[in-house]
């Protein structure tokens, strides 16, 4: 089974719940904690590597917290994910060359490359403005014919 990791999900709700106030609203990581229903450390976690990724602001003082760097709009879910988990890769070998030994011999690689690019795609095509409207999200289709090596129409 493929899962993104629990502070990945929880970091896409932390990521909803800002979007939610869009603007100049500036959420405290307390706030945040109490309207996403997680714990105040995993919050100040993410939030720290959120901001690394350049996705959050984060504001001092006493009207002090955070707020989205851009518009929901220009935040994929793809620079989320990445955010947490680093580069978006299937297998080690979907990142980069050199990183199995078998690498010379398999048959595989070109196929998972393939799948890594077509869900790579779907990920950078979902926004974050996407995911706080789930009754009319985005569509992304991903054609069979893509994952064969065709051009899909």
Not at 54 to 71: D, H, I, K, Q, T
Not at 108 to 122: F, K, P, T
Request: hydrophobic share 40%; proline share 4%.
């Amino acid at each position: 089974m493929f899962r993104v990791s629990r502070l990945t999900d929880y970091a896409t709700v932390v990521m909803t719940c800002i979007a939610a106030h869009p603007g100049d609203d500036v959420l405290s990581t307390a706030a945040i904690a109490e309207q996403a229903h997680l714990e105040l450390p995993t919050v100040s976690k993410l939030l720290k590597s959120l901001g690394h990724a350049g996705l959050v602001e984060s504001f001092r003082g006493v009207n002090g917290g955070y707020r989205l760097a851009r518009p929901a709009q220009q935040i994929s879910l793809a620079q989320i994910v990445e955010a947490i988990e680093g580069p978006l890769g299937m297998t080690e070998c979907t990142l980069s060359e050199g990183q199995c030994e078998r690498e010379a011999q398999c048959g595989v690689r070109g196929s998972w490359q393939r799948i890594n690019h077509v869900l790579e795609n779907a990920l950078r095509t979902m926004s974050l403005a996407d995911m706080l409207h789930p009754a009319a999200p985005a569509v992304v289709t991903v054609a069979l014919t893509e994952l064969k090596g065709r051009t899909a129409s």
